[in-house]
């Protein structure tokens, strides 16, 4: 069984930062890709970042040159670091891992956790 635990949410003002942290645990072989996305309340889940197991990195467009994704593969962990935060960052976000246990790949989602941005 493969779990994603997240942690790092929280409130702050507009400009301020925060960093979330994702830690993958249980029956892993290796992992591909680690992702974060975000769900704003009444809106769909989109992609915030990706990074591959190679190193290679894609944003999204509203988050490009503020936030920053991360790994490390020894501690098996993704992070994201969120600098000048807007209001319009306010929402749930999603860690997520392709993960192959040795046997299939599996695509596993942590819980969530709240990032909300006051004005």
């Known amino acids: 069984q493969v779990q994603l635990v997240e942690s790092g949410g929280g409130l702050v003002q507009a400009g301020g930062s925060l960093r979330l942290s994702c830690i993958v645990s249980?029956?892993?072989?290796?992992?591909?890709?680690l992702g974060w996305y975000r769900q704003a309340p009444g809106k769909e889940r989109e992609l915030v970042a990706r990074?591959?197991?190679?190193?290679?990195?894609n944003y999204v467009d509203s988050v490009k040159g503020r936030f920053t994704i991360s790994r490390d593969d020894a501690k098996k962990t993704v992070a994201l670091q969120m600098n000048s935060l807007k209001p319009e960052d306010t929402a749930v976000y999603y860690c997520?891992?392709?993960?192959?246990?040795?046997?299939?790949?599996?695509?596993?989602w942590g819980q969530g956790t709240q990032v909300t941005v006051s004005s």
């Open positions: 249980g029956n892993i072989f290796a992992i591909n890709e």
């Open positions: 997520n891992a392709v993960v192959y246990t040795g046997t299939l790949f599996r695509d596993v």
């Open positions: 990074i591959t197991s190679a190193g290679s990195i």
